[in-house]
T-cell receptor, first 115, second 113 residues
Framework: DSGVTQTPKHLITATGQRVTLRCSPR?????VYWYQQSLDQGLQFLIQ???????AKGNILERFSAQQFPDLHSELNLSSLELGDSALYFC??????????????FGPGTRLTVL | DQQVKQNSPSLSVQEGRISILNCDYT??????FLWYKKYPAEGPTFLIS?????DKNEDGRFTVFLNKSAKHLSLHIVPSQPGDSAVYFC????????????FGKGTHLIIQP
């Protein structure tokens, strides 16, 4: 158990809909990262928050957004969903703001299916 | 453009033997490399890492080697055990950018009894 929790575990929705994925980092960790794992692309970095502020952006679509709250939990919002958004979404956390020399601990993921 | 490549989608090794997983990268700005292990229905679990100032790092049965000139790293598992059967991901980052980790597509390691 990494100490990172993600809810829900599974989510099934229809195209055009909007969903929110939630992540609680390990106790004491200030940084949260979101990753998408799809069959053809592997694990792709989406976005990072550090102590409530956006720190880095990866391959995140404009239809997607995230935020980190004062209690350090984070939410990833996915809107206008398309079939291709079906994937596993992982949250990771680390103590510091930089991934270098600072391992990331991953949650169990949320499996999103868009029908 | 894939900056971290794991060219072997799967690898089968006999229990007790050495498992060698390979990873190549193209971005010369990467200065820190990590290996993660993933079981089905779980998130990736950190295994071992190496900084670009080193060429080897060892932790128990796991050793990572880094060849900067070849932009190549490898993970050695000795001896291989049945519980090592999993998907192994190589990841890299350039510390200054704090851009999250760039992952390879993974190698599925199967340990045969």
């Amino acid at each position: 158990d990494s100490g990172v929790t993600q809810t829900p575990k599974h989510l099934i929705t229809a195209t055009g809909q909007r969903v929110t994925l939630r992540c609680s980092p390990r106790s004491g960790d200030l940084s949260v990262y979101w990753y998408q794992q799809s069959l053809d692309q592997g694990l792709q970095f989406l976005i990072q928050y550090y102590n409530g502020e956006e720190r880095a952006k990866g391959n995140i679509l404009e239809r997607f957004s995230a935020q980190q709250f004062p209690d350090l939990h984070s939410e990833l919002n996915l809107s206008s969903l398309e079939l291709g958004d079906s994937a596993l979404y992982f949250c990771a956390s680390s103590l510091l703001g930089r991934p270098s020399y600072n391992e990331q601990f991953f949650g169990p993921g949320t499996r999103l299916t868009v029908l | 453009d894939q900056q971290v490549k794991q060219n072997s989608p799967s690898l089968s090794v006999q229990e007790g033997r050495i498992s060698i997983l390979n990873c190549d990268y193209t971005n010369s700005m990467f200065d820190y490399f990590l290996w993660y292990k993933k079981y089905p229905a779980e998130g990736p679990t950190f295994l071992i890492s190496i900084s670009s100032i080193k060429d080897k790092n060892e932790d128990g049965r796991f050793t990572v080697f880094l060849n900067k000139s070849a932009k190549h790293l490898s993970l050695h598992i000795v001896p291989s055990q049945p519980g090592d059967s999993a998907v192994y991901f190589c990841a890299a980052t350039d510390g200054g950018g704090a851009d999250g980790l760039t992952f390879g597509k993974g190698t599925h390691l199967i340990i045969q009894p």
